[in-house]
């Protein structure tokens, strides 16, 4: 773990020290500013979610259109973003995109007091809002390891991944009975305090990043190529991106369709939604506790593979539930789903950046979102049009199916066995 830097002009490179991550100031100030924006961006998601099915009432293949929204930002913008992520700081960026997510936000309450909110409106929110979140993604994941070391690597996305969790939990659960008591267009308003909230915490980090070293003679095309090549040449890496492009179909789909299976066809309402939903988030913190004993005792390859494999069948318990009591059935499900998916994420994601060059973070994590990312878009239309040709149940219950197929690309790498996330040494090393 490195210790904070006030100024790295002044501070040897091997100056890092083990250090707890909560007591350490910048850590406990990117802590907030993960929870904070996570909080937001689940409140903001479930209100436009209430928008789309009961104020505007739109069909199944609309609301897929809409999911895919903020995934069609990324995975136009994705590439190039990752490639000026390494060519600037990350905290400006990671401050600029919250701020610009607020504003945003904003603009979906104050065209409905206007009595001028649309579809196109909302469309227009949710791309423009995907369009930050790249930004902020790539910003953020490309900062972690400059912090941590890799032998540190798994615990600290675990910490990460708990805290957004849990803000994953606190966000549906306040993000009902918000919706039952101000409207679904005012509870954005607090999604638009909480990216405030994150921007401003972001600010008071102290840590001071070196000036990225640029090309002479940049070229943004190379430097695109330079990631996706990183990727695609490695074995390992391109069977995790083939494995998490086909769990992100089926996810795309699921999510796209679970609203509108939740509220139009089990029943609930509005308030119930919101805690089958917070299950995601009480999932990812079990997950994100799990992961490092788990991970320690099977191997880090293992215990991937593994959680990918259960995570299927928990999405499948999700399109099992039914009215009343049946919410309490689809929230186990979400915890089944989520916390295996973390296990999941936590493991490939610290491999992934223990093995990329510190000045190949921001192109190499951005490829593999977009990957992901253009996948999930593809399943949510897909699952939109199927919704409107079958149900969302039924929708639900294909994407189920697949996502239990996802591990299938890692058997075939030396992944499986991996016990440990590689150490810096090791990289360097490597031919």
């Given at each position: 773990m490195t210790a904070p830097e006030p100024d790295r002009d002044t501070e040897p490179e091997s100056g890092r020290r083990p250090e707890s991550m909560f007591r350490n100031p910048d850590h406990l100030k990117l802590f907030t500013s993960v929870g904070a924006s996570q909080i937001g961006l689940q409140i903001a998601y479930f209100s436009i979610s209430i928008i789309a099915v009961v104020v505007l009432d739109l069909?199944?293949?609309?609301?897929?259109?809409?999911?895919?929204?903020?995934?069609?930002?990324?995975?136009?913008?994705?590439?190039?973003?990752?490639?000026?992520?390494?060519?600037?700081?990350?905290?400006?960026i990671i401050i600029v995109s919250e701020i610009f997510r607020a504003a945003v936000m904003l603009s979906v309450p104050v065209a409905w007091a206007l009595d001028a909110l649309t579809v196109w409106h909302v469309y227009a929110a949710m791309f423009l809002l995907g369009v930050a979140s790249v930004f902020f993604d790539v910003a953020q994941v490309s900062f972690v390891p400059r912090l941590i070391d890799n032998n540190s690597l798994t615990r600290g996305n675990s910490r990460i991944h708990g805290i957004r969790s849990a803000s994953d939990t606190g966000g549906p659960l306040a993000a009902g009975p918000l919706v039952s008591l101000l409207t679904a267009p005012v509870a954005i308003v607090v999604a638009v305090v909480s990216f405030a909230v994150s921007a401003f915490s972001v600010t008071r980090i102290q840590y001071r990043e070196e000036e990225p070293e640029r090309a002479e003679k940049p070229h943004v095309?190379?430097?695109i190529v330079q990631g996706?090549?990183?990727?695609?040449?490695?074995?390992?890496?391109?069977?995790?991106?083939?494995?998490?492009?086909?769990?992100?179909?089926?996810v795309g789909a699921f999510q796209a369709m679970l609203m509108v299976f939740l509220i139009r066809e089990a029943g609930q309402s509005s308030e119930v939604a919101g805690f089958i939903l917070a299950g995601s988030g009480a999932g990812g913190v079990l997950g994100a506790m799990l992961v490092g004993r788990l991970s320690k005792r099977a191997g880090v390859g293992p215990t991937a593979i593994a959680a990918l494999a259960v995570s299927g069948p928990g999405m499948a318990i999700v399109a099992a539930?039914?009215?009343g009591w049946g919410a309490a059935v689809a929230f186990a499900g979400q915890v089944?789903?989520?916390?295996?998916?973390?296990?999941?994420n936590v493991n490939v994601i610290s491999y992934r950046?223990?093995?990329?060059?510190?000045?190949?973070?921001?192109?190499?994590?951005?490829?593999?979102?977009?990957?992901?990312?253009?996948?999930?878009?593809?399943?949510?239309?897909?699952?939109?049009?199927?919704?409107d040709l079958l149900s969302a149940r039924a929708v639900l219950l294909i994407a189920a199916a697949m996502l239990c197929l996802g591990f299938l690309p890692l058997l075939r790498t030396p992944f499986r066995s991996l016990r440990a996330i590689p150490e810096e040494h090791e990289v360097r090393a490597k031919p």
């Open positions: 069909s199944e293949s609309q609301i897929g259109v809409l999911y895919a929204m903020d995934q069609i930002a990324l995975v136009l913008f994705g590439l190039l973003v990752g490639v000026w992520v390494d060519r600037l700081r990350d905290k400006p095309w190379t430097e996706v090549k990183f990727i695609f040449h490695d074995m390992i890496l391109r069977n995790i991106a083939i494995a998490s492009a086909w769990c992100n179909l089926s539930s039914g009215p089944v789903f989520v916390s295996a998916v973390v296990v999941f950046q223990a093995v990329t060059p510190d000045d190949m973070q921001g192109r190499v994590g951005a490829t593999q979102r977009v990957i992901c990312w253009a996948a999930m878009a593809v399943g949510s239309i897909l699952g939109g049009f199927t919704g």
